[in-house]
């Protein structure tokens, strides 16, 4: 999750590129080269009467193309 202080703004798209990046690092498709990585703000996640644990729909989404790796410029930590 991304948080901002301005919602009104939208997140710098390099920005969004590295979490995702990240994202796609940390999920099943880290062996993967190119991976999808859909995005929304918090508003449009939705949990649905019936759904699994764990699973939500996204109303509005956008979708990013990125390679999974921890990118470069990022200090990896892995514990907290």
């Known amino acids: 999750m991304l ?4 919602t009104k703004e939208n997140m710098p798209k390099n920005i969004l590129k ?3 990046a990240l994202a ?3 999920s099943k498709a880290k062996t993967a080269g190119l991976t999808p990585v859909s995005y929304t703000q918090k508003k449009y996640v939705v949990k649905k009467k ?3 644990p764990g699973k939500v729909a996204l109303l ?6 990125v390679r999974p790796e921890i990118p470069p410029g990022c200090e ?3 514990e907290l």
Do not use: F, Q, S, W
Request: proline share 0%; no cysteine; aromatic share 10%.
């Open 3 to 6: 948080r901002t202080e301005n």
């Open 18 to 20: 590295k979490a995702a």
């Open 24 to 26: 796609a690092y940390h």
């Open 50 to 52: 019936g759904m699994e």
């Open 60 to 65: 509005k989404e956008e979708v990013l193309l």
């Open 76 to 78: 990896y930590i892995t």
